[in-house]
């Protein structure tokens, strides 16, 4: 099959298109026919080689993918040949003590498609029949994969870990990410009212049509303290930070006392200096997060399919534009999603 691929860890240039072996269901997975991957921060990060990665090369990325049923193993029930699905890239082993109590998102053995297994850059990819989600007959496949991987882990994050409430605030920060334009939606879903931090008067304006309540442009002004005059000296009650070391102190400062603050990346750099005084004067709560359990993935999903949340597409480009792909998400000028096309649609 056709697949993008790397043989080592290294910038853009390290990835090529290559023929490489198709993969073979085993007896509890499907092969499903790409026909869309979406791209993920995590692709650059697996790629540069983060945390010491140890991969069986050539390897594979992609973790958002959305296509159809092209073979079953020979244990699957429930699944037939065409079916048009998305892909939970969240991967468990079920066996382990988190998994057996149905907290798989805290499996032992937790890993991610495209990262820990190969992944949807390529026409084939085989994965554990019960991470398949049916997509409703005419839902565009593209947003199917666009929406499986941020709005997964925007509801856990959320809903799940910082359990917001309605007519709370909440401040998310950053507009353009994938994550962010999903945690926009999913706190207004809430009853929440919604604060975000753009890097531009133009994200910030694609963001209010998302549903923000009150948007501040980073370019113009210090924007945790106008986060800070905006809720009358108050603070929001909770913060959405994936940037890390650049925002984490701001992110802090921002919240009202016993707020939470919810981390689920850091785009700018994994080490952030504290000052603790905030923490135990305010009694904030710092969260961490990343991905969901599968129930997650079958809450949020069907609100996807029934329009109440929207997955936002920045472009669609073509599998062998890959490079280009990855270069517009380093560069962070998407507003949303940046989505591979491997296969037509059907």
């Not at 945390?51 to 594979?60: A, I, S, T, W, Y």
């Not at 997509?135 to 870990?161: C, H, K, N, Q, S």
């Not at 923000?212 to 930070?241: F, H, K, L, P």
Request: hydrophobic share 45%; charged share 20%.
């Amino acid at each position: 099959m056709k697949a993008i691929v790397f043989y080592r860890h290294g910038g853009l240039d390290v990835l090529r298109e290559a023929d490489i072996p198709a993969p073979v269901p085993g007896p509890n997975e499907v092969l499903v026919k790409v026909h869309y991957c979406a791209l993920n921060r995590l692709d650059l990060f697996v790629r540069e080689g983060w945390k010491g990665l140890e991969l069986k090369m050539p390897h594979v990325l992609g973790a958002d993918v959305a296509g159809t049923v092209a073979a079953v193993g020979p244990q699957v029930s429930g699944w037939q040949v065409g079916q048009r699905v998305v892909v939970n890239g969240t991967l468990s082993c079920g066996r382990c003590e988190h998994c057996r109590r149905g907290d798989d998102h805290l499996c032992l053995h937790h890993a991610i498609l495209g990262e820990h297994a190969p992944g949807g850059y390529a026409e084939y990819v085989s994965v554990p029949a019960a991470n398949l989600l049916a997509v409703p007959d005419g839902f565009p496949l593209a947003e199917a994969a666009a929406a499986g991987l941020v709005f997964l882990t925007a509801w856990r994050m959320l809903i799940r870990r910082a359990q917001v409430r309605a007519g709370e605030d909440v401040l998310v920060v950053g507009a353009g990410g994938g994550v962010n334009t999903a945690a926009v939606q999913i706190a207004k879903l809430a009853g929440a009212r919604v604060f975000v931090v753009a890097s531009n008067a133009e994200k910030g304006e694609r963001v209010r049509a998302l549903g923000a309540d009150v948007v501040i442009d980073r370019s113009r002004e210090n924007w945790s303290r106008a986060v800070w005059q905006q809720t009358d000296r108050r603070g929001v009650d909770v913060v959405v930070d994936n940037v890390g070391a650049a925002t984490f102190f701001d992110s802090i400062r921002a919240l009202a006392k016993g707020g939470r603050l919810v981390t689920v990346g850091n785009t700018s750099g994994p080490k952030a200096e504290l000052d603790l005084r905030y923490i135990w004067t305010k009694q904030i709560s710092i969260l961490g997060s990343t991905m969901g359990s599968r129930d997650d993935f079958a809450t949020v999903m069907p609100l996807v399919f029934a329009g109440k949340l929207r997955a936002v597409i920045d472009r669609i480009l073509p599998l062998a534009q890959v490079r280009e792909a990855q270069a517009i998400l380093e560069r962070g000028e998407n507003f949303g999603k940046i989505v591979l096309r491997v296969n037509e649609d059907d």
